[in-house]
């Protein structure tokens, strides 16, 4: 069991979160979060790279000179890959580098980068979020608060809030997600997470109903 400090807005403790992280994973396995960031990261890359062969490229194929007798190194086509101008002898090409993983490694991924955060003290919970209207100027004011300012936080509610998402989009470091677009790619990037009270409940109650489910099966 692992107990969280709550702040409020002005950065002052108001109470504890109590939470068991075997609810959340009996173990952290490093090479399965590796290879979930791996596979995130390739699935964001577009893979439009692309170079020309001799054939692409433009410009004569005639032989440029005689074989013999003129003291040169023979030569061929201006295409040749050897000159200046010519073509890649090994060719880029347009390629797709998504992979795949099952669903339910990606969700165990998941839960384990959350506990790895909390392990690391590297979560701060707060006892509630909400702006009446977008409040950028607020929202930097209540980081700094809780000693965030500057420092790549995600802030994570447990669901969305217009108001919330338009007062942290436009400070550097911070996004702003739900706990239902939680992966173990965002998670572990920030190096900080901000959860809602709301937030963690929600963390919690899903990966409750996970061991109930797998009790059940």
Known sequence: MVSLP??????????Q?????EQLARRISKQLLHDVVVMYQANARQGTHK?????EVAGSTKKMYRQKGTGNARAGSRRSGVRRGGGHMK??????YRTRLPRKALQSATRMAL??????SQVVVIDELAFAEPK???????????????????VTTAVHDPNVYRSARNLARVTVSTVSDLNAWSVLRPSRLLLTRAALDAIRESAAA????????
Request: charge should be positive.
């Open 6 to 15: 709550i702040f409020n807005r002005s950065g002052s403790q108001v109470g």
């Open 17 to 21: 979160y109590e939470i068991d992280l």
């Open 51 to 55: 170079t020309k062969t001799r054939s």
């Open 91 to 96: 060719t880029v090409v347009p390629r797709d």
């Open 115 to 120: 506990a790895s955060k909390i392990l690391d």
């Open 136 to 154: 950028t100027k607020e929202m930097a004011g209540i980081l700094a608060a809780l000693g965030l300012a500057g420092v790549s936080t995600l």
């Open 210 to 217: 996970r061991q109930n489910a797998l009790a059940e099966a």
